[in-house]
């Protein structure tokens, strides 16, 4: 039995289901990806993964309890979570945010110590965030607040790692940077990690496992060559497209099929 994995578990808002009767096993030490179309449950199911949501039916089950059975600080040292969007507190300085991974490892008989220190310096030196360390958190642009969050949660030193859609507001190179990291943890440290990710050619590129969604059910999982062919990109996408080998890493890269009024060469009457 892996670490995560939901069973069963029905997962919506204010009464209204998104994800139904769905059992996933987050293989331990892999790089799980998460695709699908808008509205599939993607997030919905990281949700409940991370304890944000709690399931109608089924459970969430980490390290062979439910989660529910854990307290929150249990959780946090258990389970490190950057999620789509977060408020930071007003005049905080980068530092003093990524510092707050540290609370789940805090009490009233130990505080800050070296340790907290290094965890944190060493989350800003990954994310290429320790120049920024000193500034107010409001100062900066989309791309450096995606980055100083995922701080926050490699500061928590968790084994598992959930990631909703983490390479938003990112250049192209600063994507690049946040998936080689993760590819670096799992393969380095062991971690495990589950990312909401919308480019299926970065899913393809880096993920171990891949997880593709539509109507809130899990269609398809397995490694990427396995589970992105045309077919299953059409039904989940509605995308009709080529998949070749990536030349430069041998993994699935879909390229869409071009109508024939944008072809090459060709112009609109």
């Not at 204010?14 to 808008?38: C, K, M, Q, Y």
């Not at 800050?112 to 965030?129: C, E, G, I, N, R």
């Not at 030193?157 to 993760?182: K, M, N, R, S």
């Not at 996408?237 to 072809?263: K, M, N, Q, Y």
């Amino acid at each position: 039995m892996t670490r995560l994995h939901a069973d069963g578990v029905a997962l919506g808002y204010d009464g209204r289901p998104i994800v139904r009767n769905l059992t996933l096993s987050v293989p331990d030490g892999s790089f799980t990806a998460i695709v699908g179309a808008n509205g599939s449950g993607k997030s919905t199911l990281l949700r409940g993964l991370a304890r944000l949501l709690k399931p109608g039916s089924g459970s969430i089950v980490l390290d062979g309890k439910a989660i529910g059975g854990y307290s929150s600080k249990e959780v946090a040292r258990r389970l490190g979570l950057l999620p789509q969007s977060q408020t930071a507190p007003d005049a905080i300085s980068v530092f003093d945010l990524v510092a707050r991974g540290r609370y789940p490892h805090q009490s009233l008989l130990r505080q800050w110590s070296p340790a907290d220190q290094a965890a944190v310096d060493s989350a800003l030196a990954l994310t290429d965030t320790a120049e920024l360390a000193p500034r107010l958190f409001d100062e900066l642009s989309g791309g450096q607040r995606q980055r100083v969050w995922l701080a926050l949660a490699l500061a928590q030193e968790t084994d598992i790692l959930l990631l909703d859609e983490p390479t938003t507001y990112l250049d192209i190179a600063h994507q690049i940077d946040v998936l080689d990291l993760c590819a670096r943890l799992r393969r380095e440290r062991g971690s495990t990690l589950v990312a909401v990710l919308h480019d299926l050619n970065l899913a393809a590129r880096y993920a171990t496992h891949l997880v593709a969604m539509k109507d809130g059910a899990i269609v398809a999982e397995g490694r990427p060559g396995e589970v992105l062919t045309p077919d299953l990109i059409e039904d989940v996408f509605g995308l009709p497209c080529r998949v070749i080998d990536d030349p430069e890493s041998g993994t699935p890269l879909v390229i869409p099929r071009v109508t024939s009024h944008l072809a090459v060469g060709k112009e609109s009457p």
